[in-house]
């Protein structure tokens, strides 16, 4: 049987042609994923939003938020004041704006602290493994079994509130869920046979841990990242609220509710509800766009 088509004699169509001739299509890169999931670009127009308000928001806000008008106490959601003023005749929505800043700052910076500080710890347990997984992990277990809020308290006692120490406190806190993450992933790592191989070469254990799983482990990091971040904005919040953290006159979400949550049974509901539909929705943005990215890696 002859493998060639007689003269004259039809060939296969073109459009067959070109699609044996085709190149095999390349998967689509995770950024061009997650560009295709409403709930990320969702979560993250909503980021977008509070960190131009937290860079710009002096430059934003239509007032001062420190200015006192004794004469608008209390003042309803109007043209002159969207969002009313509190009980200092201080504008609210001037102070939802710039009090993204320090929670922001704050949420963030103690995320990475925590992310940098655990990963390490869980390279460490997972891969050295022997006494050094086990005292360590001891302490680990030691420092989940105490409430957050406790052991936050301690701390902030200690040494006193501040920035710094709300994001060395918030970082603490997160570090051994982090590490606990991390030696889990490496542990499955170090089964596998790239690392069994390295090992015969002579590498060492820090050159293997920073090089070859590393790596492999970015994708659990940045997913805990994120979930942390949220959590990290409700505790900044949460402390503050207590009085544990960002002092007044700052505007801050968490203070500015605690300040102003005793006139709820008059009618001034305004004072309240802003702040915490602003810690509401960053949460809920920040939470969206980790959904969207643990989708991605796990597809």
């Avoid at 390349?26 to 409403?38: I, N, S, V």
Wanted: charged residues 10%; proline residues 7%; contains cysteine.
């Amino acid at each position: 049987m002859s493998l060639t088509a007689p003269i004259g004699s039809p060939g296969p169509p073109a459009a067959e042609l070109a699609v044996a001739r085709a190149p095999a299509g390349r998967p689509l890169a995770p950024w061009r994923l997650l560009l295709r999931r409403p709930t990320f670009i969702a979560g993250a127009a909503i980021l977008l939003f509070w960190v131009v308000c937290a860079v710009f928001g002096s430059a934003i806000a239509p007032h001062s938020p420190l200015v006192q008008q004794l004469l608008a106490t209390n003042a309803a959601p109007s043209g002159a004041h969207w969002f009313g003023t509190d009980q200092l005749g201080r504008d609210v929505l001037s102070r939802v704006i710039v009090g993204s800043r320090d929670i922001l700052l704050i949420a963030v910076a103690a995320t990475v602290l925590g992310t940098l500080l655990g990963t390490a710890l869980g390279l460490v347990m997972g891969y050295l493994g022997g006494i050094i997984d086990i005292l360590v992990g001891r302490v680990v277990e030691a420092v989940l079994a105490l409430p957050v809020v406790i052991v936050a308290f301690l701390f902030i006692v200690a040494l006193g509130p501040s920035t710094v120490t709300l994001i060395v406190v918030v970082g603490f806190v997160f570090t051994p869920l982090i590490a606990r993450t991390v030696r889990s992933v490496v542990l499955v790592e170090s089964q596998l046979d790239y690392l069994s191989s390295a090992r015969l070469l002579g590498e060492k254990p820090v050159h293997i841990m920073i090089v070859e799983i590393l790596p492999n482990v970015v994708p659990a990091v940045l997913v805990e990242f994120t979930v942390r971040l949220g959590y990290a904005i409700f505790a900044v919040a949460t402390l503050s609220f207590l009085g544990f953290g960002v002092q007044p006159p700052t505007p801050d979400w968490g203070s500015d509710i605690a300040a102003n949550y005793g006139v709820l049974p008059a009618g001034y509901w305004w004072e309240t509800l802003f702040p915490a539909l602003a810690i509401a929705s960053l949460v809920v943005a920040v939470n969206l766009v980790t959904d969207a990215i643990e989708q991605v890696l796990a597809s």
